[in-house]
């Protein structure tokens, strides 16, 4: 009944994840009101949530959607919401958060490859590695993806935290104003229902 007419095609898909055809301003109110509609407590959405967006500042690509689940689960947070904080790093973020983690984790003394972030190849670097993992090559792993990815993760330490924080107080308040001003709209039409 509410599905498409017309199924859209693999690349006008992969192009509306990159560029939303709806524009961002309506994506990230539609976001809001997915966050604010979800099941569970101000805390447990906006945790949640911080998970997925912390877990995004890590090397560990391929890993985000699963390791934010797991650690919303232990803390006892909304894992739908961690997925979602895990858009958080995405094809326009990704360069930058990996540029930053590497000068972090160099700056950190987590010193690995000589070449700046700005001559590493990022894309090529998780192509390999992926390349690495699945073939069981640890002498390739050790000495060509490790110097770079140990800097990486060193970097993704405080970055999680600040990130986590960052997005968990002001995001608790908003869900928690979001769900005052639902209970108002909803009483307010319960009356209006019992006036008719």
């Known amino acids: 009944?509410?599905?498409?007419?017309?199924?859209?095609?693999?690349?006008?898909?992969?192009?509306?994840?990159?560029?939303?055809?709806?524009?961002?301003?309506?994506?990230?109110?539609?976001?809001?009101?997915?966050?604010?509609?979800?099941?569970?407590?101000?805390?447990?959405?906006?945790?949640?949530?911080?998970?997925?967006?912390?877990?995004?500042?890590?090397?560990?690509?391929?890993?985000?959607?699963?390791?934010?689940?797991?650690?919303?689960?232990?803390?006892?947070?909304?894992?739908?919401?961690?997925?979602?904080?895990?858009?958080?790093?995405?094809?326009?973020?990704?360069?930058?958060?990996?540029?930053?983690?590497?000068?972090?984790?160099?700056?950190?003394?987590?010193?690995g490859a000589n070449s700046s972030p700005d001559e590493l190849d990022f894309g090529m670097f998780f192509s390999h590695m992926i390349n690495g993992v699945l073939m069981g090559d640890t002498d390739y792993l050790m000495e060509t993806i490790w110097p770079v990815w140990w800097p990486m993760m060193v970097g993704a330490i405080p970055s999680m935290l600040v990130v986590w924080f960052g997005s968990y107080l002001p995001l608790k308040s908003l869900i928690q104003s979001y769900h005052v001003a639902r209970r108002q709209r909803m009483s307010g039409k319960s009356r209006k229902n019992k006036k008719g």
């Open 1 to 111: 009944m509410f599905k498409r007419r017309a199924k859209s095609s693999l690349p006008s898909r992969v192009v509306n994840v990159l560029w939303p055809s709806i524009g961002w301003r309506r994506s990230f109110t539609y976001i809001r009101h997915r966050l604010g509609r979800l099941p569970g407590t101000p805390f447990s959405i906006a945790a949640g949530f911080a998970c997925g967006a912390a877990v995004s500042f890590t090397p560990l690509v391929g890993l985000h959607f699963f390791l934010g689940a797991i650690w919303a689960w232990l803390i006892r947070a909304n894992v739908i919401a961690s997925a979602i904080g895990t858009a958080v790093g995405n094809p326009w973020t990704f360069p930058f958060i990996w540029m930053w983690l590497h000068q972090l984790g160099n700056w950190m003394g987590a010193t």
